[in-house]
């Protein structure tokens, strides 16, 4: 008999659990047996159960409660260990009760779960069937990780570059990485997709949900899966199908940080705590539903039958109540102390900061988050929004937050696509939006800049693509945002003739310079420096294969985007001026001999002038010149030394037609020499480059971008 089956035998013969305590919560090993641990105010009864790997199961029940927690010690059982709860109760969905004892459910607290959810009349509320076959079990762990002299980049935000991936889809199809360690944590930590991350200049890794998830019940019927993630059902668990070896996700993960830090790349997880995968009442029972499902989840005060949804996806996780919003902050705490991450980017942030309706930055999340010893210091990213009503809250979070900023993304869209809307707001983004976070004690950093994220188009089709091609997904094309702000060049999708594909490289290239001489901190997605298409389908979520994967085959297209990106973000680097970490103030710079300058920012139109302010309202004006002075920048070394840079203007131009862009002269600059232009592969001017002198009428061609460095005799 293997170990693993003597305890579960030895166990079938205990009639009760010892006392134990009822904190820490979930299944704790202490080298002699396991303490386990249910919260649940509802509950008449809670039984633990412990599977053996035939899945013979035996029942323990936990006789003692405290606080409302139900707890149990059992001797002999340990790592290893898979186990769930039964929970009894009341069963009246008219008053929110869901208690089901022929249910199998899952510890919140569980550090490891195996196996999957398969959809079956078995799972659901009334079913009077067992549906232990059909739900995962959680596994009892030892934390334990040789992380030795481990430390943390520790990367300040002014100088965060972010790098969104998919930790299945982009070493998939790595022909670098073994075929077994593709899709992992392993996979991701391989030294080709070290030196690849290195190469490129990035500063973080930010991964797409990697809290275990199952797929939805409407997924599995048509023989689909969710690819993203964004259905969680474990806070504190790895997403097992990460794992190259079964049940080894925890060591895995921790490697794979330990790896990241020690090449200097910190760790960002988007996490999913707005919801659960069991959504609306009358969906699965996996856990939170069948333990305390109204205080779980939000319900409607006249009607506790039904759930609020905020989410869009049948159900919203409440951290009003305090043990939810516990469960939310162990979880945190668990993955910076045992896991090492360096920060977590919130899914549908505003979800979880709405009071009784309203988004509220004084609600308990915000102060329970605020101060925290622990969760307060590491990186905290808002998506400042969810799907009811007043939900939209790009710049509305608290100090402390940084948001990822969907004007941005939808003003460098729109100028770059059909400049209708001028140059006002484009402004306001390329130099930090000041107006979402200059008045609230914030910085620019509190900006996260991007153009493109997981869910939309890639920046290949943002240039190629001017309706969305899901059909692939399986819901008739519904799906995904109509709002795409993108510009095809006159040809919808591949192929197109050779000028209009000339026209979406210069295109892509302009997205990706103005994202990354923007001041905030960027956000890139995987692929898009790769030239990676998702064939016009802006919502992937579904499509585990190709679709998705990274395509690191390459080409002449690949590696224009790849020059250019690395050529960016090494001048981004080295020059602080690119990357303030303080508003700019538009007034004189005073240098460092005291004699004064040019303004710190200044905004030139094509004619040489600086925008008058009728130019601001000119919903007509595709042009704009952004003048930055690095003479003596606002912000400090780390030795409290002043900062000196050189100046740049940077040049946008999104008309169809080529223009002229008259260079300012004196005392803005004597000359100007080219560092990126849009219009050569890889945004590298062609050499020999000489410099042009200040006054100059500057032919600029039609979609294009230039940056110049000053130069002043």
């Known amino acids: 008999m293997l170990p693993e089956q003597l305890t579960a035998a030895l166990a079938a013969r205990m009639d009760r659990a010892w006392p134990g305590s009822p904190f820490p919560l979930g299944a704790h090993w202490d080298g002699e047996g396991t303490n ?17 790997e035939n ?108 790098y969104e991936l998919h930790v299945r889809g982009f070493t998939e199809q790595h022909p670098l990485v073994p075929e077994e360690l593709r899709g992992t944590y392993s996979g991701l930590a391989h030294p080709a997709v070290i030196e690849h991350l290195r190469s490129l200049g990035v500063t973080a890794v930010e991964l797409m949900p990697i809290h275990h998830f199952v797929s939805e019940p409407h997924l599995q019927r048509r023989g689909a899966r969710n690819y993203w993630g964004y259905n969680s059902v474990g806070f504190f668990a790895p997403h097992a199908a990460y794992a190259a070896r079964k049940g080894d996700q925890v060591r895995e993960f921790k490697a794979m940080v330990r790896t990241l830090h020690q090449a200097g790349i910190e760790v960002i997880l988007d996490v999913v705590y707005n919801h659960t995968a069991e959504g609306g009442p009358e969906g699965p029972m996996l856990s939170f539903r069948g333990i305390d499902n109204g205080s779980y989840y939000r319900l409607a005060e006249d009607d506790p039958s039904r759930y609020v949804d905020y989410t869009g996806c049948g159900n919203t996780f409440d951290p009003r109540r305090p043990f939810p919003l516990q469960l939310i902050t162990d979880s945190l705490r668990y993955w910076i102390t045992e896991m090492h991450v360096d920060g977590f980017r919130f899914d549908l942030a505003s979800a979880l900061a709405r009071s009784l309706h309203d988004v509220d930055k004084l609600s308990s999340f915000f102060d329970t988050i605020h101060q925290d010893p622990i969760i307060s210091q590491v990186k ?90 899901n059909v692939a997904n399986g819901e008739g094309n519904r799906d995904g945002t109509d709002d795409n702000r993108s510009y095809n060049g006159g040809v919808e999708g591949s192929p197109a003739p050779p000028e209009v594909e000339t026209l979406r490289r210069r295109q892509a290239r302009n997205l990706l310079s103005t994202l990354l001489l923007s001041t905030g901190a ?117 030795r409290g030394e002043p900062i000196v840079d050189d100046s740049f203007l940077l040049l946008l131009h999104s008309g169809d037609s080529d223009g002229i862009f008259t260079l300012p002269g004196e005392p803005w600059a004597s000359r100007y020499e080219p560092v990126i232009d849009t219009t050569c592969v890889g945004g590298e001017p062609a050499a020999p480059a000489p410099e042009i002198p200040g006054g100059t009428d500057l032919p600029m061609t039609g979609r294009s971008l230039l940056l110049l460095r000053v130069r002043r005799d």
């Not at 386990?36 to 053996?52: G, M, N, P, Q």
């Not at 929004?385 to 004007?407: A, I, R």
């Not at 303080?582 to 040489?608: C, N, Q, Y």
């Open 36 to 52: 386990f641990a249910l919260w649940s105010t509802t509950a008449t009864a809670v039984t633990v159960c412990l599977f053996d």
């Open 380 to 469: 905290l990213i808002a998506e400042p929004w969810d799907v009811g009503d007043g939900g939209y809250q790009v710049g509305e979070f608290p100090p402390l937050w940084t948001e990822w900023n969907g004007k941005y993304r939808d003003t460098v869209r729109s100028f770059w696509a059909h400049g209708a809307d001028g140059v006002r707001d484009l402004a306001f983004r390329l130099s930090g939006s000041s107006d979402l976070y200059g008045d609230d004690g914030r910085l620019p950093i509190a900006s996260i800049n991007f153009v493109t994220a997981h869910d939309g188009f890639t920046m290949r089709d943002l240039v190629s693509y001017e309706t969305k091609h």
């Open 55 to 162: 899945g013979i199961e035996a029942r323990i029940p936990l006789d003692d409660t405290t606080y409302h927690v139900w707890h149990g010690y059992i001797p002999g059982v340990g790592p290893g260990q898979r186990y769930g709860f039964r929970v009894e109760g009341p069963f009246d969905p008219a008053k929110g009760h869901f208690h089901n004892g022929h249910k199998l459910l899952l510890d919140p607290y569980a550090r490891t779960i195996e196996g999957d959810f398969v959809d079956d009349p078995s799972v659901y509320p009334g079913s009077g069937a067992d549906s232990a076959p059909c739900v995962p079990r959680a596994v009892i762990v030892h934390d334990a990780f040789p992380w030795g002299d481990h430390h943390r980049p520790n990367i300040g935000w002014d100088d965060t570059v972010i």
């Open 522 to 638: 960027p956000m890139l997605v995987a692929g898009d420096e790769m030239w990676r298409t998702q064939g016009g389908n802006n919502n992937a979520y579904v499509q585990d294969n190709a679709v998705s994967w990274i395509d690191w085959a390459g080409g002449p297209e690949s590696a224009d985007m790849l020059a250019l990106v690395r050529r960016l973000l090494d001048l981004r680097r080295r020059h602080p001026v690119l990357r303030q970490s303080a508003f700019f103030e538009g007034r004189e710079v005073i240098t460092g001999d005291g004699s004064r300058a040019t303004k710190d920012l200044a905004w030139f139109h094509p004619a040489g002038r600086e925008l008058a302010e009728s130019d601001w309202f000119d919903t007509g004006l595709r042009s704009i010149g952004m003048y930055l002075d690095g003479r003596r920048l606002r912000h400090r070394s780390r």
